[in-house]
């Protein structure tokens, strides 16, 4: 098969959960352990740093990429979903996989997957490690998918486990209820191996607390290592100070050129892993100006896309893949303080699954709706989205494609009015997609 025919193998054959949902979950590790039995255990060949949470993986994980990159490390980085190319998932120094290793992997492991049927997500995340350990990387970031003690990644072992935060997502899957998602995500916290809790949440404390106590591992939360002692929004991003309270670093400055105000969290985050890193592994030699470069020059060296990104300014419009209930609240909050009053026209689609109707009463009250439907098999129809709007005042159209009902935003926004385009990673994508390819 060439790349044209592995990519569509890739999509349309193997069970995916973007595409079907529920019908792609598998609820053990048995097919990708066989799986990496019959590659030799690439996951043993390489050291790792492993990261789950509700939000804020994809943004800590880059930010991390970028810091070891710095530091002249060459860094794999495995991440998901993916915007514009399937490519974008499996990285090494900010470059992604090459369309002929991908080839590679599918063509000479086709016997296997024809008998195992593994999923989209567990076939793409063997392959990730199979690349790194090809491309003999000196550390990995791996992003979990969805949870984290049954998610597929979570074969490898790493030498320090993250957990972001924990928010109402996946319920059907992970659990109704934070302690039972925090369970859930606790189980990539392994034995005798450091783990960091980003934000210290009173309904789920207790839970990795038990966990880490279990593996004999340590257990620390960030608010024990720095807090901010000054953090400042600039244009496009954050100027930031910190405070060290434990592990010190030596003092610095950081500019992080993403404007997102969860953005805040996920830099406390990304610098508390560093340190708690650093303390526990001192071979490894990260500089303050290997830090300070690896913020600020985060996006240029790993490629992050969709996280409060501008895609013009008259009028201003925003992508942003805000979709469950923390991460909405937060965005529609710094919409509302950037619109500064000013009428916000909103590209909106949503996946079947979504509590909608929280979205909608996290909204900015000026709002003008471009409704529309992600291009995935779980995108909720146009017209069933509509009917949650009470009494659709604010409905401007319903349209077929994201891309149409930006079009028809466009038309409608003052160059003073602001445009965001949001409600699903895949609306964001979609757009990206038809932008940028």
């Known amino acids: 098969m060439n790349y044209a025919e592995v990519e569509s193998f890739l999509f349309s054959s193997l069970p995916m959960f973007q595409r079907i949902g529920a019908a792609a979950y598998k609820a053990d590790l048995s097919t990708t352990l066989d799986f990496c039995a019959h590659l030799n255990q690439p996951q043993d060949q390489f050291p790792c740093i492993h990261i789950a949470g509700t939000n804020g ?38 470059k992604e996989i090459n369309q002929e290793a991908v080839v590679q992997f599918v063509n000479e492991n086709k016997e296997f997957i024809d008998q195992a049927k593994p999923s989209f997500f567990e076939m793409t995340a063997v392959m990730a490690i199979w690349y790194f350990a090809r491309q003999k990387v000196d550390i990995a970031i791996i992003e979990t998918g969805m949870g984290g003690r049954l998610d597929s990644t979570n074969v490898v072992k790493p030498k ?52 880490a106590k279990e593996e004999k591992a340590i257990l620390i939360f960030a608010d024990q290592l720095l807090a901010w002692e000054s953090a400042q929004q600039i244009h496009q991003g954050w100027k930031l100070s910190p405070s060290f309270l434990t592990y010190p670093l030596e003092q610095m400055d950081l500019v992080f050129p993403l404007a997102g105000w969860y953005q805040k969290e996920n830099t406390a985050t990304v610098l508390a892993a560093i340190q708690l890193f650093l303390h526990t592994y001192p071979e490894w030699n990260i500089s303050t100006e290997a830090i300070q ?5 985060m996006v240029r060296q790993t490629g992050l896309r969709g996280r409060w ?12 893949t805000a979709h469950n209930p923390p991460g909405w609240k937060l965005a529609m909050e710094q919409l509302t303080h950037v619109a500064n009053g000013q009428p916000i026209h909103m590209v909106f689609g949503v996946v079947q699954g979504k509590d909608v ?51 028809n935003a466009l038309n409608h926004a003052a160059s003073t009015d602001v445009i965001y385009i949001g409600g699903s990673t895949f ?7 038809k932008m940028f390819s």
């Open 293 to 297: 470069e690896g913020f600020e020059q």
């Open 57 to 94: 993986k994809g943004s800590v994980s880059h930010t991390l990429a970028s810091v070891f990159m710095s530091a002249g490390y060459t860094t794999g980085l495995f991440t998901s979903p993916h915007l514009i190319s399937y490519t974008e998932r499996i990285k090494v120094n900010g």
């Open 160 to 211: 320090l486990s993250i957990i972001t935060n924990i928010g109402l997502d996946h319920t059907e899957f992970l659990g109704p209820d934070l302690p039972s998602i925090a369970a859930e995500k606790a189980g990539i916290i392994k034995p005798n191996t450091p783990v960091l809790i980003g934000l210290r949440q009173k309904e789920t404390e207790a839970v990795f607390i038990k966990k």
């Open 357 to 407: 109707e929280s979205m909608i009463q996290a909204m900015p009250s000026n709002l003008k709706l471009h409704l529309t439907c992600p291009e995935v098999a779980r995108g909720m129809p146009v017209q069933e989205l509509f009917s949650k709007f009470p009494g659709n005042q604010s409905v401007i159209g319903q349209f077929d494609t994201a891309w149409d009902a930006y079009q």
């Open 309 to 320: 990104e501008v895609l013009g300014t008259e009028p201003l419009t925003i992508a942003d």
């Open 427 to 433: 609306i964001v994508a979609d757009i990206m997609k």
